[in-house]
T-cell receptor
Framework: GEDVEQSLFLSVREGDSSVINCTYT??????LYWYKQEPGAGLQLLTY?????DMKQDQRLTVLLNKKDKHLSLRIADTQTGDSAIYFC???????????FGSGTRLLVRP | DSGVTQTPKHLITATGQRVTLRCSPR?????VYWYQQSLDQGLQFLIQ???????AKGNILERFSAQQFPDLHSELNLSSLELGDSALYFC?????????????FGNGTRLTVT
């Protein structure tokens, strides 16, 4: 089936690392994405990972993929107040065209 | 800036009316996707077009329809509007039909049905 799950809320202190977790159910998913949505704005593509990779790093962002457990995480190093937003993970099967989104994790960064 | 343009940004209309939402994809992108974001349903995939043809259909109501024109812009038509249709409607585009071409989203059209 198609189901992507995320925790609803995460609060961290400025300068700490944030880890946002996501689980998906479809083992045939080939691409997994992280998007950021700030208030009143659209979805900004942050990063994505192909299913044959375990890890991808892009500046302060690190994506870890555990295919066995169907678990995806996004780590934000040195979290800043500007990182406060809703973060969505999404899966995509190569045979499909659409992205299936999780419900989003609201990240609050405290000064 | 994702390069995807949606108009209008805001739309307020009454129940029973019909509206048209417009989307211009990123330059060179052939695929256009429509999503609906509401508080209770989250982000729901509605429909996808590739180079003018419908490719995939999601949870799109029969009162809604879409099309992609030869210049690749797309329109989403919502008719017989109900209060529950109030939501953010996003358009996204990508370069290919599937594969590793990520979706880039516009800033959305906020529809309020009164």
């Amino acid at each position: 089936g198609e189901d992507v799950e995320q925790s609803l809320f995460l609060s961290v202190r400025e300068g700490d690392s944030s880890v946002i977790n996501c689980t998906y159910t479809d083992s045939s998913s080939t691409y997994l994405y992280w998007y950021k949505q700030e208030p009143g704005a659209g979805l900004q593509l942050l990063t994505y990972i192909f299913s044959n990779m375990d890890m991808k790093q892009d500046q302060r962002l690190t994506v870890l993929l555990n295919k066995k457990d169907k678990h995806l995480s996004l780590r934000i190093a040195d979290t800043q107040t500007g990182d406060s937003a809703i973060y969505f993970c999404a899966e995509r099967k190569d045979s499909s065209y659409k992205l299936i989104f999780g419900s989003g994790t609201r990240l609050l960064v405290r000064p | 800036d994702s390069g995807v343009t949606q108009t209008p940004k805001h739309l307020i209309t009454a129940t029973g009316q019909r509206v048209t939402l417009r989307c211009s994809p990123r330059s060179g992108d052939l695929s256009v996707y429509w999503y609906q974001q509401s508080l209770d349903q989250g982000l729901q995939f509605l429909i996808q077009y590739y180079n003018g043809e419908e490719r995939a259909k999601g949870n799109i109501l029969e009162r809604f329809s879409a099309q992609q024109f030869p210049d690749l812009h797309s329109e989403l038509n919502l008719s017989s509007l109900e209060l529950g249709d109030s939501a953010l409607y996003f358009c996204a585009s990508s370069g290919g039909q599937a594969g590793n071409s990520p979706l880039h989203f516009g800033n959305g059209t906020r529809l309020t049905v009164t």
